[in-house]
């Protein structure tokens, strides 16, 4: 299984970006996915979750009301909207998958077994 993180760039603070997350060898339809992030001089956080329906998200306080994730199937490959950007949203974010089938999501990290390689995201003031 290979994930594939792009959409990343340079965006001024309110703006909005874009996150993608494209899967190879596995179909997404059939498994949670989540985002992490992780901001220089600090560890790895939760963003936002999804169950491998699609019926329930869940997010960071941080981000909730701005973030949204989703997945469209038929392009294999999930979303992480994010408007309303602010500078503390700087970090390098990473989508991750579920191994097993038929799982919600989840905010741990543990739960996690396969990750992409990470995109940049930086908001300036």
Same mark, same amino acid.
């Given at each position: 299984v290979q994930l594939q993180a792009s959409g990343g760039g340079l965006v001024q603070a309110g703006g909005s970006l874009?996150?993608?997350c494209a899967a190879a060898g596995r179909f997404v339809g059939y498994y949670a996915m989540g985002w992490f992030r992780? #901001?220089?001089?600090? !560890?790895? !956080?939760?963003?936002?979750a999804l @169950?491998? %329906? %699609?019926?329930?998200?869940?997010? #960071?306080? @941080?981000?909730?009301?701005?973030?949204?994730? @989703?997945?469209d199937n038929a392009k294999n490959t999930g979303y992480l909207q994010m408007n309303s950007l602010k500078p503390q949203d700087t970090a390098v974010y990473y989508c991750a998958m579920r191994q097993r089938r038929h799982s919600s999501g989840s905010d741990r990290e543990d739960d996690y077994e396969f990750w992409g390689q990470g995109t940049q995201v930086t908001v300036s003031s």
């Amino acid at each position: 299984v290979q994930l594939q993180a792009s959409g990343g760039g340079l965006v001024q603070a309110g703006g909005s970006l874009r996150l993608s997350c494209a899967a190879a060898g596995r179909f997404v339809g059939y498994y949670a996915m989540g985002w992490f992030r992780q #901001a220089p001089g600090k !560890e790895r !956080e939760f963003v936002a979750a999804l @169950s491998w %329906s %699609s019926t329930y998200t869940f997010y #960071a306080d @941080s981000v909730k009301g701005r973030f949204t994730v @989703s997945k469209d199937n038929a392009k294999n490959t999930g979303y992480l909207q994010m408007n309303s950007l602010k500078p503390q949203d700087t970090a390098v974010y990473y989508c991750a998958m579920r191994q097993r089938r038929h799982s919600s999501g989840s905010d741990r990290e543990d739960d996690y077994e396969f990750w992409g390689q990470g995109t940049q995201v930086t908001v300036s003031s």
